[in-house]
């Protein structure tokens, strides 16, 4: 049996105004979680559909558990599962009944209070779905593609809208996921989650992958310990007066300054120092570690929230 869950080679697909994936190579190892991180429209959610079996690529090789679509696609239909970015369902469908009805449609099944039970649904099994929060909707989705008890499970925004307490409630249900062996490919444009769940994963930019590795790797690979933001209350400063008087690097983003710094502690008598010379109006400053979201600003020179 080969370690791969999943093998991409050179996927591309066009639509009349966009290349949405241009080129994409990828594998994914059995048992592990795998992201896909991006912004919106980074062509994340084609890759996933185009691997899925709901889009058709113009060109390359998809390769599920070892099996391709278009001699085994009734086999990987039987082995994965799939949680789109919205699921409907019938307003007066209950949970209970919404797994019932989708498990009959498998040879091979897992029980409905079992999965009620892995989701945290068992209080709300039979109330109707329109009854549901959002994040116990999207833990019922989870549920409905846990259900024909699937090798690798596919996760499109899994999290995209829920409230944070939710957000870690679904971190949970893909932990467990990865506890019981299964193979969970993600895609999220959230780099806190992609850092927290995932054991390797890709950056994706128009429709191309520009780094992969493990949460860690990437950002040791940046060779950027820690960065010093100054943010403002109102409208923000020119910013060449202070990184003239400092003397370093200053970026200026959404609503705050970023200066990447080897040795904070160092660095920061002199920020003040400056800051103080040129009555700089700032808020207040903070020091952080690097994270994905610099990786992807140092590869692009925009932020994923751009």
Known sequence: MSELALEIIGLRKAFPKVVAVDGVDLEVRRGEVF?????????????????????????????????????????????????????????????????????????????????????????KADAYHITLSGGQMQRLALALALVNDPEIVFLDEPTTGLDPQARRGLWDVVRKMKAEGRTVVLTTHYMDEAEALCDRLAIVDHGKVIARGTPRSLISDLGLPSVMELSFENEMPDVAPFASRLGMAVESRDGHWEIPADDPKAVLPRLLEAAEAIGLPYQQVHIRRATLEDVFLQRTGRSLRD
């Open 35 to 123: 992201g896909l991180l991006g912004p919106n429209g980074a062509g994340k959610t084609t890759t996933l559909e185009m691997v899925e079996g709901l889009q058709q690529p113009d060109a390359g090789e998809i390769r599920v558990l070892g099996l391709d679509w278009k001699r085994h696609a009734q086999e990987i239909r039987t082995r994965i599962g799939v949680q789109l970015q919205a699921t409907s369902l019938f307003n007066k469908i209950t949970p209970r009944e919404a797994l019932n009805l989708l498990g009959g449609y498998y040879p091979k099944r897992r029980g409905t209070d079992e999965l009620l039970d892995l989701v945290q649904l068992q209080e």
